[in-house]
Every structure is written in C-alpha cells, then in structure tokens.
C-alpha cells in the first residue's frame, strides 16, 4: 500500500473512531451491564450478588405491580399509535392542498413535537383537563348545560386516555414524513383515476394509501417504539395513577432504579421491555408482506 493510501486510511479511520468510541461507550457497553445487572441481586447500597434468573422469576410469578405496569402500557399503546398515525396522516393530507398560509399551519402543527412532555406542557395539560378546566366547559356547552364534572386526570376511566390525548397532539414529525410521502405521489396516478370517474375518497383508498404504505411501516414502527418508551407525562402529569392506570413500564424502571436502589431487578424489568418492544415490531414487519406495497 502506497503511503498516500495509507494516510486517506489514517484519515478515514480517525474521523469513524469518534462515532465508534461513542457508540461502544455509550451504547454496547451500558447493554451488556445491564444484562449483567438483570442477573444480579444489586442494592444501592451493598455489593451485588449473583442470583441467576431470580428478578426474572419473581416478575412473572409474584410481581403484581408488573402486571398492572404492563397492561397499562400496552393498553396505551395499543390505542395510541393507532390515534397518532390516523391524525398525522389526515392533517397531512389537508396540509398537502396547495391552500393560502399552508407553510404556517405546517409550522404550527409540528411545534408540539418539539415541546414534547416538559414540565410546561404537563401543567398546561393538568389545567386542561382540570375538574374546571376548559375541557369540561366545553363538554358542558355540548351537554345543554348539563354540566360536566369528570376529573380527567384521577379518575382510573379516563387518566390514560389524557396521556394518549397529548401524544396524539405531538404528531408533528409523523405528520411532516406523511407530507413528504404524499407529496412523492405521481398526479398522473390521480388524472387517471379521476378520468375513470373515482371520487377523491376511491382515490385516497385506491392510490394514496397504497402508495405510501412504507411510509406508513416506518412510522407505525417509529411512533411505536416511542410510545413503548413513554416517561414523561406520566410522571409529571398523573404520576402513575390513578390505581397504576398510567403506571407505564418505563416509570416502573426509574422508581424501583432510582427510588428503591434495586438496579438488578431494574435492569431485568428493562430487558423484559426490550423483549415486548422486540417482539411487536417483528410482528408489524413480518405483517407488512400483506399490505405494504413497494414501487420498484
């Protein structure tokens, strides 16, 4: 190898070896102690000790709060990443009309997304759907002034449905991907329809959807991975509860982590979430034969 070659090699290895480093340090190695850890009895205070599959055990067998964690989380995401994906996709097909001031509606919708759970939002939404909140009132105009007194965010019927309400509202990085997406669409495929007399909706049913049906994979993936994700809202906003309605897995993680000092038992619970999180996806892909249409 000539020495010219050897130094673009130099080169070409210590610009990766930054990305490497990182992703070694900052990415392998924590999952590797982490599997480590879920075999392990490891206090916060005291020296770990090696128990084998035991938090495994104990989590499937005698660990009720799992239950109740699990199920509310799959009941939230099972109602959510329908909710975020049919909204995003139908603001984004108003959005793709060629309307006065469409750039600023564009603007306006994706904002959500970045704010996403901080404190400022968490107590804007407890304001919201406060017993005298705004919602209420409005609910109470609908009701022919029959009034409308739910309490949103402590009674166990309704709390998730406020923390799926607010995901719902942050659709603005899925909604922009639809765009792009329909923006992608050949108008020749919509002249052709519309010349054999389709309606817009036969359009929309016939070729749009059909059209952006990997793009509607990714996303279905995407949002749902980050709703299994899910910390934020339930930790500002409904703490939990009520009863552990909002007590989603990754809460649990950072209590029994972070306040009861039982890293072990932490990492095994966050194992058994990679695993859920694993298995629904395989299930999402090995599902998008049937209905995801690729244009080669």
């Excluded at 392990?40 to 128990?51: S, T």
């Excluded at 909710?83 to 959500?112: D, E, Q």
């Excluded at 607010?166 to 765009?179: A, E, H, R, V």
């Excluded at 619970?269 to 049937?290: A, D, E, H, Q, Y």
Aim: hydrophobic share 50%; proline share 4%; aromatic share 16%.
């Amino acid at each position: 190898m000539s020495n010219s070659k050897k130094i673009k090699s130099i080169w070409i290895y210590g610009m990766l070896a930054p990305w490497v480093i990182g992703f070694v340090v900052f990415k392998v190695y924590p999952i590797v102690v982490s599997f480590i850890y879920s075999l392990m009895e490891y206090p916060i205070l005291g020296d770990p000790e090696f128990i084998g599959l035991k938090n495994y055990i104990e989590i499937f067998t005698k660990d009720d709060t799992f239950k109740a964690s699990f199920f509310a989380t799959m009941k939230y995401v099972l109602i959510g990443t329908p909710a975020v994906i049919i909204v995003s996709f139908i603001v984004a097909a108003i959005l793709n009309f060629k309307l006065k001031g469409v750039n600023f509606f564009r603007t306006m919708y994706y904002i959500p997304s970045i704010l996403g759970g901080n404190v400022t939002v968490s107590i804007l939404w407890t304001m919201l759907f406060d017993v005298n909140g705004p919602v209420n009132t409005v609910l109470s105009i609908f009701n022919f002034g029959g009034g409308v007194n739910i309490n949103w965010i402590k009674d166990p019927s309704f709390a998730i449905f406020t923390l799926i309400i607010l995901k719902t509202w942050q659709f603005g990085s899925t909604m922009l991907i639809f765009l792009s997406a329909l923006q992608g669409v050949s108008k020749l495929l919509y002249e052709a329809a519309a010349i054999d007399g389709a309606s817009k909706f036969r359009q929309t049913i016939s070729i749009t959807i059909p059209m952006i049906t990997p793009v509607i994979l990714f996303n279905t993936v995407n949002v749902l991975v980050k709703e299994f994700q899910e910390f934020n809202s339930a930790y500002l906003i409904t703490k939990g509860g009520p009863n552990n309605t909002t007590y989603f897995l990754n809460l649990y993680i950072y209590d029994q982590a972070f306040q009861n000092g039982n890293y072990g038992y932490a990492s095994a619970l966050t194992w058994i979430l990679l695993l859920i999180i694993g298995v629904l996806t395989i299930i999402v892909f090995k599902s998008s034969n049937r209905w995801v249409f690729y244009n080669d």
